[in-house]
């Protein structure tokens, strides 16, 4: 499907609700012209909720405990400073407990990493699961955190869209996403490298127990840089040439015994 939206340039919304059969017609049904991307897609703003006393996490991170959602969650939690309660999506045989809390929840915070535009697998599921609050009243206002390794906050910008869609499918307030590019070192960065974006976290936790809202102003600045200024493409190839570019995906090869085999394609095999 995600394939479909950039080969067809099909705006990601207007295909999210659509079954295999809808969105197959649709991509036969000759246009006028395509519906470009926009170059760049400003963030949807959330709704202001009375200030929830207890927040239920989810935590969609597969490395559970120790990724890098969980560090920002947690940071977020602490500028909220209620009561508030952590579920860890990879605990898959606690699916059932984690939609009875998300059924029982004063507000909702879900946060998960993306993976080359996609959300992970527990997490796709987890939301799934969801579909029989639909219709429901009184579901709890939702929130998002989303991650990601790409530096620029613009790769995250179409799935926040799909989370602002999927709150309104729940009839539930959507409060807003908070977008993280280059998440991925936060776990190995020392405190002081990460303090500004900590802070940051605090702020817009704080504003939600204070005020039920997130500050649109401190969402930018957490997101930045929303995107590179174009010269910089030049450096970034020169860059992609030297080893050191590709120094942390090699180890990690090499680590698996997997680094002979980095340049298997076996679906075009």
Request: proline residues 8%.
């Amino acid at each position: 499907r995600t394939a479909l939206n950039f080969k067809t340039k099909l705006e990601f919304m207007e295909t999210t609700d659509l079954d295999v059969g809808g969105l197959r017609n649709k991509i036969l049904t000759p246009r006028e012209g395509p519906h470009l991307y926009q170059k760049k897609p400003a963030p949807i703003p959330g709704e202001k909720i009375s200030p929830p006393e207890r927040m239920t996490v989810f935590n969609g991170s597969p490395r559970g405990k120790k990724g890098n959602t969980p560090i920002m969650l947690v940071e977020l939690m602490k500028g909220f400073g209620r009561d508030y309660e952590i579920h860890n999506l990879i605990m898959v045989k606690d699916l059932e407990d984690q939609v009875k809390a998300f059924r029982d929840a004063d507000c909702v915070w879900l946060g998960f990493p993306l993976y080359t535009d996609g959300m992970p697998a527990v997490v796709k599921t987890f939301i799934e699961a969801l579909e029989p609050f639909k219709g429901r009243e009184n579901n709890p206002p939702l929130g998002f955190l989303v991650q990601s390794g790409f530096p620029e906050g613009l790769h995250s910008r179409y799935v926040e869209r799909y989370l602002s869609n999927l709150a309104a499918i729940l009839d539930a307030p959507y409060l807003g996403t908070i977008v993280k590019g280059n998440g991925e070192v936060t776990r190995i960065m020392p405190a002081e490298m990460n303090q500004k974006l900590f802070k940051n976290l605090e702020i817009l936790g704080k504003g939600l127990a204070e005020n039920g809202e997130l500050d649109p102003e401190v969402l930018l600045s957490v997101a930045k840089p929303e995107r590179y200024p174009l010269i910089l493409g030049p450096l970034f190839r020169a860059f992609l040439k030297t080893k050191m570019s590709h120094s942390y995906f090699d180890r990690m090869l090499v680590e698996n015994d997997a680094f002979e085999r980095r340049n298997d394609r076996p679906l075009l095999e």
